[in-house]
């Protein structure tokens, strides 16, 4: 999880793979009005997003191993999320404003602008507690899966 630019969709990828797991990629299950909203540059509402993480937890509790990259930057969307899935492991991704909002401007195709940037900062409530693990992405990707991945295993070895 974490603010748009930080990679969730390339990290969450790659650990998928790393965990032979299955994958789910958020983004796909916004509706065509919200991603049009947001293309325009129209922050969503809470109201906006109950649906959207119905729909994400519904794909992702397909599979009993699965990592999602999703935004879930409010605690009430993660509790919503872990209200429908077992065993949620929370990794937050963040980085300085600055890196992020370069990463944005780099990437092609993503119907994100950068001017949503500063209302996902402002939306960000940091994930605390057991099972949640920050990451910096600063690091190269591989090192950000790698970690992420051992506290996966750390975390239900130890759970």
């Avoid at 748009?4 to 990290?11: D, N, P």
């Avoid at 947001?38 to 794909?59: H, N, Q």
């Avoid at 600055?98 to 939306?123: C, N, T, V």
């Amino acid at each position: 999880m974490g603010v748009c630019g930080t990679g969730k969709s390339s990290v969450g990828s790659l650990l998928a793979w790393r965990m032979e797991a299955g994958f789910v990629e958020a983004d796909d299950y916004h509706s065509t009005e919200a991603v049009e909203r947001m293309s325009r540059g129209v922050p969503l509402t809470d109201a906006d997003r109950w649906d959207w993480i119905d729909r994400v937890a519904r794909a992702a509790g397909r599979s009993a191993n699965t990592v999602i990259a999703c935004s879930a930057l409010k605690q009430s969307y993660r509790n919503r999320l872990a209200g429908h899935l077992d065993n949620l492991l929370i990794a937050h991704l963040t980085g300085s404003r600055e890196l992020i909002a370069q990463r944005m401007e780099e990437r092609a195709g993503h119907f994100m602008p950068s001017s949503l940037l500063d209302s996902q900062f402002a939306d960000l409530e940091p994930p605390t507690g057991d099972g949640v693990l920050t990451v910096d992405i600063s690091r190269p990707i591989d090192e950000v899966a790698a970690a992420i991945h051992h506290f996966a295993i750390d975390t239900r070895q130890n759970a």
